[in-house]
């Protein structure tokens, strides 16, 4: 094998398994919902959005190849600054804006994992900074296996919970959370009554990962059960826990802005 051809695993995810990187691609193992995520990828590619990756086809063996994006994603959002929120929450909005315009295959597969709010367009349903990579001067939104019919608050509000840090571990100051969630909010361009719709879901939304993580433990539904076991059910519902006690500060910051 060519040192080019390489497969070099990439790391860092923790349902996805077998990721990896060839040259300046990534192979993903295909699933049900590939094909449907494929033509929404490609709908943006044709829109001009530049915040996803480019879909380049399959292998021989049937994996889909994306181009490489150089950068980083780390799922430590505390370097993100007040601008970079703002930039993110751009970037969302452009995301939603021109899914409306996308028309889904006929019997399209989707594999959302969260129970939705609803189903106003197609949303990632994961916009987290676990799945940023950051790049010299762009941001690159990357797996997008979960996305499936949701609403803009919805999947604004799981982006909130991750790039604001809402988090009793994010060692925030109450000021400091409210400003970087009014940045965020503020460069997607929600106004009036759907800035307090959003602080109204904030800890659902949150709550709904833990709700997903405790129904799968109990069916033993992998990787999820796994992910259960080491802990992470608790600290969503620790965040959420959070995010319910502060609703009043939520609100006033989105209000206020």
């Not at 940045?183 to 106004?191: E, I, N, P, R, S």
């Not at 992998?222 to 965040?239: F, I, N, Q, T, V």
Request: charged content about 25%; aromatic content about 8%; hydrophobic content about 40%.
């Amino acid at each position: 094998m060519d040192h080019s051809d390489a497969e070099i695993p990439l790391a860092g995810g923790n349902a996805t398994l077998g990721v990896v990187r060839v040259g300046s691609t990534v192979r993903r193992p295909s699933l049900p919902s590939t094909p449907s995520v494929v033509a929404l990828l490609e709908h943006y590619a044709r829109e001009g959005v530049t915040c996803v990756p480019e879909v380049l086809g399959y292998d021989e063996r049937g994996r889909l190849i994306t181009r490489y994006v150089e950068g980083s994603a780390s799922p430590d959002p505390s370097d993100l600054s007040l601008e970079d929120l703002r930039i993110i929450g751009r970037l969302v909005r452009k995301l939603h804006d021109v899914a409306t315009t996308f028309h889904a295959p006929t019997n399209a597969t989707w594999n959302v994992l969260l129970s939705s709010d609803g189903e106003e367009l197609i949303c990632h349903h994961d916009l987290a900074p676990w799945n940023l990579v950051r790049g010299e001067g762009n941001f690159t939104f990357i797996d997008w296996d979960g996305a499936g019919p949701g609403t803009r608050l919805g999947d604004l509000a799981y982006a909130a919970h991750g790039f604001v840090a809402l988090s009793p571990r994010s060692g925030l100051s109450d000021h400091e959370a409210m400003a970087r969630l009014v940045a965020l909010v503020d460069g997607y361009g929600l106004k009036g009554e759907q800035r307090l719709a959003l602080s109204a879901i904030l800890a659902d939304r949150v709550r709904s990962m833990y709700e997903f993580l405790r129904a799968s433990s109990a069916t033993n539904r992998e990787p999820w059960a796994r992910l259960w076991r080491e802990g992470h059910g608790e600290m969503w519902l620790a965040d959420a826990l959070y995010v319910d006690q502060r609703s009043d500060l939520w609100r006033a910051a989105l209000r206020g802005a």
